[in-house]
């Protein structure tokens, strides 16, 4: 990978636009039936011309064999590296929900979840109770209290809500006690270094006294907290490329990795439709855009084939008014795939594509997995999406004599 240092000599403040649209958890995986995968499935005709007009590949966000979380999955699209500067989800939800973070906060993601009366999970998403739900649920944990510690909560939406311990001494090296899995037990927070001792007593009375809360409040009758963190430092977008970056996107934790890198987070609504208007009133003010998209993912995590499907053609319908606005590059693509068979992210390579006035493009005539990997830039990791962009912008200059 080229080096920080090396970018920050050759990137260009240029009047062209960036368009990056990420479909959070778009690749998939083939149906038993048809044989075809959702992007296969969908009736995408605007994908589809960006694709022949333009250049493709897939994208390998972390590695091989390795199912990204969307920290990871969004920050290598972003240019950094997703090893080196992992981020915990706790900390990008406090900062998606407008939380600034202290030096010793420790944030952590809750869900919202369903235990038998056995104490065994039976659904990690409380059947994804709407946001009013959990907003009576924040408010009732509130009354918590240990001796010593501050505690902020907030709603994030839906089952999602962040915790946020602030006292001396804490330390994020500490185990998630969501389990992955239905019919067994949540696991206790555990220290992975002799310092997080101490965090981990405090998040573990803190669950303790949320169970007795919630025992009533099906389904949402227990939490489950992951991502534990801190605040990462790390260089933002408009130092390391010289830009003057938006992100657009109607889920709190999404916004949170957007003011992470250094973008300005535009307020938006909860359609893709809000997203793009969003972008039309402020396209004058910014020369990169990220926007979001969720509902690929949450589809596919559902395991419902159908709705992926239908999510994909939403995105479509509305890209025309996108594509008026003339950006100089836009490039589609997901943080990680999410097929509907596996209803979680996995490790396949995602479909990625670039349109721009420069590009010599490829023979790819379909936005989708399969014909994506047949096109000319190959499989290659999502780290070096960032250099395709700015390079199609013509935001980097030569390199040496």
Known sequence: ??????????????????????????????????????????????????AAEGITGVVEPVGPGISPGSGPGHLALFGYDPIACLVGRGALSALGVGFTLERE???????????DAEGRVTDRRAGRIPTDFNRELVAELR???????????????????????????????????????????????????PAAAKTADIANAWIAQAARLLGNRLPANYVLLRGFAKHPDIPTLPEIYKLNPAAIAAYPMYRGLGQLVGMKVLQ??????????????????????????KYTDSTGEDGNFPAKVAAVEEVDRLLPELLALKPDVIA????????????????????????????????????????????????FPSQEVMLHLMAHALKLQKYGA
């Open 143 to 193: 009354q918590i209290r240990l001796p010593g510690v501050e505690i902020i909560l907030e709603t994030e939406a839906g089952h999602r809500a962040v915790v946020v311990f602030r006292a001396p001494g804490l330390d994020d090296h500490l185990t998630d006690t969501d389990p992955q899995a239905v019919g067994i037990p949540p696991h206790p927070v555990r220290p992975t270094a």
């Open 332 to 379: 589609v693509t997901g943080d990680h795939s999410t097929p509907s068979r596996l209803r979680g992210h996995s490790w396949h390579p995602v479909p990625f594509m670039l349109h721009s006035e420069w590009v010599i493009n490829d023979e790819v005539d379909h936005f989708s997995e399969r014909a994506c990997a047949r096109g000319q830039l190959g499989r």
């Open 1 to 50: 990978m080229i080096s920080t240092d090396l970018i920050r000599e050759l990137a260009l403040t240029t009047p062209s636009k960036i368009v990056l649209l990420v479909m959070d958890g778009v690749g998939g995986l083939p149906d038993v039936q048809s044989g075809r995968t959702e992007l296969e499935t969908a009736h995408s005709p605007n994908l589809d011309r960006l």
């Open 105 to 115: 906060d420790v944030a952590a993601r809750i869900n919202f979840a369903t235990v």
């Open 268 to 293: 938006t609504g909860a359609t893709f439709a809000d997203e793009v208007q969003t972008m039309r009133e402020h396209w004058a003010e910014h020369d990169f855009f990220f926007i979001h998209y």
